[in-house]
């Protein structure tokens, strides 16, 4: 077994002063401050394959650098560096990383982990920066008068950076103004699962805005009906950003009396040469059977923090975002057609053949959402495709309604 790069990291590449480099980040915050890496220590890095002992990426770099004097000691001091920087998947990082897990599991409650860099870490600053960006779109007289008379059941809304995404945001979370609910599901897309399907946490969420406790009862009995396919444990929830968000909007709408069940959903990918819609995955009926009995609860309100498409070179893609952009816009008109239809096989059919092409992160929890919704109506809201010209690349969302 050679030296192996830990796969839990957020790497980004783009170009930094004319050349090539890559932007890692820490999620688990082992490497404190994201890492800016080119030259020679990126070219290191592209040699750590899991196949490659520490000789033998020397001398493959010795070779491609034309044997230069040095450049064995070169690699070994750059090889050192990875390490004291937690970047390889070795015997003390899952030492690290298991400590972390202990602790974060011994917590009754998950508190914020983005207030003070995503958006105000206090209170105040924070309520004020949530009313601006619901301010930016307004429903007309008639518009309000319609929502106020309809049970609005579920809502998608982005997971994206708050202030890239804030039309949408601002769009989804007005048809929640003057409801009330006793229990919101909050479906995200679990960036950081590895090996469940989904991740079900028993913990109270905090933000600046207060506690919100978790329902318990509710998230305990899920977790037991998705069996094998659940995570052991919940901390995917620790760093998570797509149920962070909308909670963040859910507290200044409807304040904090409300109980939370918080899941997050991996991928989906994987079964597609075994079902035709998730309802077919082996295992996973029991769970979709809980989510309906919770779904026809009046009081019960179900949201989905999701984003579509992500291209360009900082998904992997060789073209760029503009390049990609015709033909993404289209490929999100078709799930937003299924998912407007309320046909959750169609939209399976969808995405079966293009959908880690186009790298649907709320693929999973938009799947789900039409199993438990499918003779509701949809509403659309709106959509965006948000272009990072830095990385030439772009994220696509949108905002829906469910009645």
């Known amino acids: 077994m050679g030296l ?9 590449p783009f170009y930094y002063e004319g050349e090539k480099a890559l932007l890692i980040t820490d999620h688990l915050g082992l490497l404190k401050n994201p890492l800016l890496l080119r030259g020679a220590g990126l070219e290191i890095l592209s040699l750590i394959d899991g196949r490659r002992e520490e000789r033998d990426i020397q001398l493959e770099f010795l070779r491609r650098q034309g044997y230069q004097l040095g450049g064995a000691e070169l690699v070994r001091e750059i090889l050192d560096q990875f390490k004291k920087l937690g970047l390889l998947d070795d015997e003390d990082f899952r030492r690290k990383k298991k400590a972390l897990v202990e602790e974060f599991s011994k917590c009754s409650e998950r508190k914020a982990a983005l207030a003070g860099e995503a958006y105000p870490a206090e209170a105040d600053k924070l309520r004020r920066f949530l009313a601006e ?13 319609q929502a106020s008379r309809r049970s609005l059941r579920a809502l998608v809304a982005p997971h994206i950076d708050l202030r890239s995404g804030q039309r949408l945001y601002s769009l989804a979370y007005q048809a929640l103004e003057e409801k009330n609910y006793r229990r919101v599901v909050v479906l995200g897309t679990g960036h950081q699962l590895e090996t469940g399907l989904l991740s079900i946490s028993e913990k109270d969420f905090s933000t600046p805005l207060g506690l919100v406790r978790n329902d318990r009862e509710v998230s305990a009995g899920l977790k037991k009906a998705a069996g094998q396919l659940a995570e052991p444990d919940d901390f995917a929830h620790r760093r998570e950003h797509s149920i962070e968000f909308q909670l963040l909007f859910l507290q200044y709408l409807l304040g904090n009396e409300f109980q939370l069940v918080p899941i997050l959903c991996s991928s989906l990918y994987a079964y597609h040469k075994v079902a035709r819609r998730p309802a077919e995955i082996p295992g996973l009926r029991p769970f979709l059977a ?17 984003d579509l498409s992500h291209v360009g070179l900082k998904f992997g893609h060789c073209r760029t975002a503009s390049q990609m952009k015709e033909e993404t816009v289209s ?10 239809h309320a046909e959750p096989e169609k939209f399976w059919r969808y995405a079966r053949p293009a959908g880690e092409t186009y790298n649907v992160c709320g693929y999973s929890a938009l799947a789900l ?10 509403v659309f809201l709106g959509y965006d495709l948000v272009e990072e010209k830095a990385t030439a690349s772009a994220v696509s969302f949108a905002a829906l309604a469910i009645y």
């Not at 192996?4 to 980004?12: A, C, E, F, G, V």
């Not at 989510?291 to 009081?299: F, I, Y």
């Open 290 to 306: 809980e989510l309906k009995n919770l779904a026809v609860e009046e009081k019960t309100l179900f949201v989905t923090g999701v």
């Open 133 to 145: 960006i619901l301010s930016l779109t307004s429903l007309t007289r008639e518009e309000k008068r």
């Open 4 to 12: 192996k790069l830990r796969t839990d990291l957020d790497i980004q």
């Open 369 to 378: 959402l039409l199993e438990i919704f499918s003779q509701r109506q949809v």
């Open 331 to 340: 490929f999100d008109h078709d799930l937003i057609e299924a998912m407007l």
